[in-house]
C-alpha cells in the first residue's frame, strides 16, 4: 500500500461541472458510488495491514524485553504498537463511513431514476426540444 490518496485509476473523482440532466446525475452517482465501494476495498486492507503491524509490534517489544535491552526501548516499541492498533480502529470507522455512503449513493441513485428515469424517456424521444424544468412555473 502506499501513502496517497485511496483514489483508483478505475474511479476517478466526479467533476462537479454544473450539468444536471437526468443521465449525468445518474453518471455522477454511479461513479460515487462506485468510488466509495473501491474505497472500502483498499480501507479495509489498510486495517489489516495496520492491525498485523501493531501485533507483530508487540511481538517486537516482548523480544526486545526478554532480550534485557534498555526499557525505553521496550516502551517505544510499544508505544508503535499501541498507535498502529489506534489508527486501525480510526480506519475501520472510516472504512463503515465509505460504506455507508456508497449505499447512500446507490440508494440516492435508484430513487432518482424512479423520480425522472421516465420523464428523462419520454424528453430524449421527442424530436423536438422539451422546455427546461420551471419554465411554465411564475
Request: charge should be neutral; charged fraction near 25%; hydrophobic fraction near 35%.
Amino acid at each position: 500500500m502506499s501513502n496517497s490518496p485511496a483514489t483508483t485509476a478505475s474511479s476517478p473523482p466526479a467533476p462537479s461541472d454544473g450539468d444536471n440532466r437526468y443521465k449525468a446525475v445518474q453518471a455522477k452517482l454511479n461513479k460515487l458510488a462506485r468510488s466509495m465501494d473501491d474505497a472500502t476495498v483498499e480501507l479495509e486492507g489498510l486495517r489489516r495491514s495496520m492491525q498485523a503491524n501493531a501485533t507483530r509490534c508487540e511481538g517486537v517489544a516482548r523480544d526486545i524485553a526478554n532480550a534485557e535491552l534498555d526499557k525505553m526501548f521496550v516502551e517505544l516499541t510499544n508505544n508503535v504498537s499501541v498507535a498502529l492498533g489506534g489508527a486501525a480502529i480510526q480506519v475501520r470507522r472510516l472504512d463503515e463511513t465509505a460504506g455507508e455512503v456508497a449505499g447512500l449513493a446507490h440508494d440516492t441513485r435508484h430513487q432518482h431514476s424512479q423520480l425522472y428515469g421516465a420523464l428523462d424517456d419520454i424528453r430524449s424521444g421527442r424530436p423536438v426540444r422539451t422546455p427546461r424544468p420551471g419554465f411554465f412555473t411564475d
